[in-house]
């Protein structure tokens, strides 16, 4: 269910699995035709979620994203310092993934080809700017990793 007031713009695909919940004024951009989200069964996103995506987004399954959480797997051009960045064209699109049973903290921001894994813990206010392991928490700007599940002994480790 996408609770409405939405907005999604540009010429791009939601696909969604079953039991998935999009609160109120979510925001799907979709800046080059032909990119495509999925989020996967009983994934729930908070109120203000938005994406901006170029190429592919990919959200697991049992996820929980909380409001106010950006996810962009494309930017704005600069590198010109003569050409406004409003019209400079974009960056390369780089597919983001996000695995399965996911929390992602309010107001985080998931960036361009980050590959998030599974059962992953991300704190609020977080930024992510690199690939995350499974079974880890992670906070911070830029984020990093706090904790990771140890197997071994079935605790979870602070990294150093």
Same mark, same amino acid.
């Given at each position: 269910?996408?609770?409405? =007031? ?29 990119? !495509? ?9 908070? !109120? ?19 409001? !106010?959480v950006f996810i ?8 010109? =310092? ?59 700007? =830029?984020? !990093? ?16």
């Amino acid at each position: 269910m996408i609770r409405q =007031p939405y907005s999604v713009y540009g010429n791009g695909e939601i696909v969604y699995g079953k039991n998935v919940f999009v609160a109120e004024h979510a925001w799907f951009s979709f800046p080059v035709v032909g990119s !495509r989200i999925t989020i996967g069964d009983n994934t729930q996103l908070g !109120r203000f979620f938005g994406v901006s995506c170029g190429k592919s987004i990919a959200i697991g399954h049992s996820c929980l994203i909380g409001e !106010r959480v950006f996810i962009a797997d494309v930017g704005h051009a600069y590198e010109d =310092p003569y050409v406004p960045i409003l019209v400079s064209g974009l960056t390369e699109a780089k597919p983001v993934t996000i695995g399965d049973d996911v929390l992602i903290g309010v107001g985080t921001f998931i960036g361009s080809g980050v590959t998030i894994g599974n059962h992953v813990m991300i704190g609020a206010n977080s930024v992510v700017l690199k690939d995350v392991p499974n079974y880890s928490v992670i906070a911070g700007n =830029p984020a !990093r990793v706090l904790k990771i599940f140890d197997f071994t002994s079935l605790k979870w480790v602070r990294t150093s």
